[in-house]
């Protein structure tokens, strides 16, 4: 086993960066949340209050965001798990002259700029986008279909974004699954289908859920995105946080938002991984 | 020898460069960007940079940014001197964080109509513009005369207003509200009234330059937008023109202020009396379709069908900076509960 000591001079170097210049930062934030804005004046100095936390839960429109940011946040892992499993388990256990080609295409995406790729989806999913143009000249359909500004241009944008995060994570785990439980399994009399699900798939449950929080956590702070295709009308947590910052200027309650924000991701990180560990066996 | 020779001239060339740039002061100035940028260096930096001998750096955002920066940085500005709309300009004010302007450095402060100074002189606006209507009169015979025209049947889903984050939305909803009866105090009016509007517009923009294409593709025939825009892409050779409705444009007043505790208090001072010149302004006006605040001014023919002046200019609803201030938060908050939802 590793000292203590030695442990902890290895996390010492990115523990100081995080502290330096994430934490005290955040922290630095904590108290302007509970200040009071009032436009025209800017924040009022030594006057302290909740209100920025309690319009949150109060009004309905930031119930409203909060609900959608986190449903999204669900779809959009849920897209990832179901689209990238299945190529994951490829390129894990298919034929090794395939799998440099299709990992350098999973991560080919990504060395896109994000602005790029947002845009690329909205000259595809516009009113008079490529989509749209195609399915109303194949006679399909007579008027445009909405797929932007709403949960369908969200979900496609984010999904497109966030899989080859998923597809990494799952590679790795459904690697480290070793190939002869599944032998034994199989010895015993089990079905392919009854290995892949009682083995291969608890097995590989790090994976699933490491996969899972980092798509989760990355949808619901996503902030390019949701503002190309979102757009006013369909906000998440993200862009309102941004409006209040950098529009209204009202930074008490960007702040309290960002917490709450923060605050649910932690929330939603700590109950998966607890119900992943049960369901896995692990804990 | 060949070896050091060329190690000399290389080290003089470098020190040279050096002693030049550390001679030579920089001036950061807080610009729009796109053609906004292109014009103040065509018309401003140049000049500037010629008289005083001081190089000027631009930095690039939008005026709720630029508070956004100001604010965060109270007393110990990253720029000298900044572009910020006059309401914008009237919230920083109210955090105090604008440096008085001293009209006795400012040697073309007395052909500024009197108008454009902020409060305490905190700041000045540099250009006039407006929120006005739009349309293509290739497909619009008759031209729109009311900012009510978009409900008419004629133009359904063909035309884009701008979302509430961006000056022409705002100014719009204001308008609207105006016509229906509302005041500042009481924006019911205008809320019920956008509703619907909002609802059937092709988008509600958020970027000015949204609507470029949109126009282009036919997609929309009418907006309200600022003729500035409008004449710069008339230029480009775009099928547009600009009406004035009857109830009066909404006026923009760009500004130029100081922040609070910059360094070089006396080369920003220069640098907006460069902005304030006949000779700056007269630049500006042509080349981005905007009207000056310097009374030596005069605009061209091709100009006075864009800009607003004489009639358009005294119809124009000039909207108290300070009120916008105070009350933008609840109306947004309003906004996206009640109409963009």
């Known amino acids: 086993m590793m000292k203590t000591r030695t442990g902890l001079m290895l996390i010492a170097p990115l523990a100081l960066v995080l502290a330096g210049f994430f934490l005290v930062p955040v922290l630095m934030l904590l108290p302007t949340s509970f200040g009071e804005y009032l436009p025209g004046s800017g924040m009022t100095p030594g006057v302290w209050t909740l209100e920025n936390y309690t319009r949150i839960v109060t009004d309905d429109y930031y119930l409203e965001v909060i609900w959608r940011t986190l449903g999204l946040g669900l779809f959009v892992t849920l897209a990832c798990l179901v689209l990238g499993y299945p190529l994951a388990y490829l390129i894990a256990r298919g034929p090794q002259s395939w799998r440099v080609p299709l990992i350098l295409l999973v991560v080919f995406p990504m060395m896109l700029n994000l602005v790029v790729r947002s845009f690329g989806w909205i000259a595809l999913l516009t009113n008079r986008g490529l989509v749209n143009n195609l399915l109303i000249d194949l006679g399909l359909i007579s008027t445009p279909l909405k797929l932007m500004f709403n949960l369908t241009g969200l979900m496609i944008g ?70 190309m295709l979102g757009g006013p009308t369909y906000k998440v947590m993200a862009t309102v946080i941004y409006d209040e910052y950098m529009q209204l200027l009202d930074w008490p309650s960007g702040s309290a938002l960002s917490f709450t924000l923060t605050f649910m991701a932690i929330a939603v990180i700590w109950l998966s991984s607890r119900l992943t560990k049960r369901w896995a066996g692990m804990a | 020898m060949r070896h050091m020779l060329r190690f000399a001239t290389a080290t003089a060339i470098l020190c040279a460069g050096l002693s030049a740039s550390a001679l030579a002061e920089e001036l950061v100035v807080g610009a729009f960007g796109g053609s906004f940028a292109d014009n103040v260096k065509a018309c401003h930096v140049a000049a500037f940079e010629k008289a005083t001998g001081a190089t000027v750096s631009l930095k690039l955002g939008n005026s709720s940014q630029f508070a956004a920066a100001i604010r965060a940085t109270a007393g110990k500005p990253d720029m000298d001197v900044v ?51 739009v349309y293509n009169p290739k497909l619009v015979k008759t031209p729109p005369t009311s900012w009510l025209d978009l409900s008419d049947p004629q133009y359904a889903g063909k035309y884009a207003i701008g979302d509430i984050s961006g000056t022409s939305g705002l100014q719009y909803f204001l308008a609207l509200n105006k016509a229906k009866g509302g005041t500042l ?157």
């Open chain 1, 158 to 227: 984010l999904t497109h974004i966030y899989l080859p995060f998923m597809v990494l994570m799952l590679v790795a785990a459904i690697q480290n699954v070793p190939r002869d439980v599944e032998s034994a399994a199989a010895t015993l009399g089990s079905s392919r289908i009854h290995v892949f699900t009682s083995v291969t798939l608890p097995l590989s449950a790090p994976g699933i859920l490491a996969g899972s929080i980092l798509v989760f956590v990355l949808t619901i702070s996503a902030l390019v995105t949701p503002r």
């Open chain 2, 83 to 133: 572009f910020i709309d006059n309401s914008l300009a009237a919230q920083t004010q109210g955090e105090k964080l604008n440096e008085k302007l001293d009209r006795s450095k400012l040697s073309h402060a007395g052909d500024v109509i009197p108008t454009a100074w902020g409060r305490d002189d905190s700041y000045v606006v540099a250009m006039v513009s407006a929120t006005a209507l």
């Open chain 2, 185 to 341: 105090e009481n924006v019911d009016p205008g809320i019920e009234a956008i509703k619907p509007i909002a609802k059937g517009s092709a988008v509600l923009y958020t970027q000015a330059d949204q609507l470029l294409a949109l126009f282009e593709r036919g997609e929309i025939v009418i907006a309200p937008w600022y003729p500035d825009r409008a004449g710069v892409a008339i230029d480009k050779g775009l099928s547009l023109a600009v009406a004035y409705p009857k109830e009066g444009a909404v006026g923009i007043l760009p500004a130029v202020m100081i922040p609070k505790g910059t360094t070089k208090s006396d080369l920003a001072h220069k640098f907006v009396d460069q902005v304030l010149s006949a000779q700056g302004q007269g630049c500006f006006s042509e080349r981005a379709y905007i009207g000056a605040v310097n009374s030596k001014v005069q605009l061209s023919d091709k100009l006075k069908a864009i800009v607003p002046n004489g009639e358009s200019l005294d119809k124009a609803w000039f909207i108290d900076p300070d009120v916008i201030a105070k009350n933008v938060p609840t109306w947004t908050r309003r906004w996206q509960r009640e109409v963009a939802r």
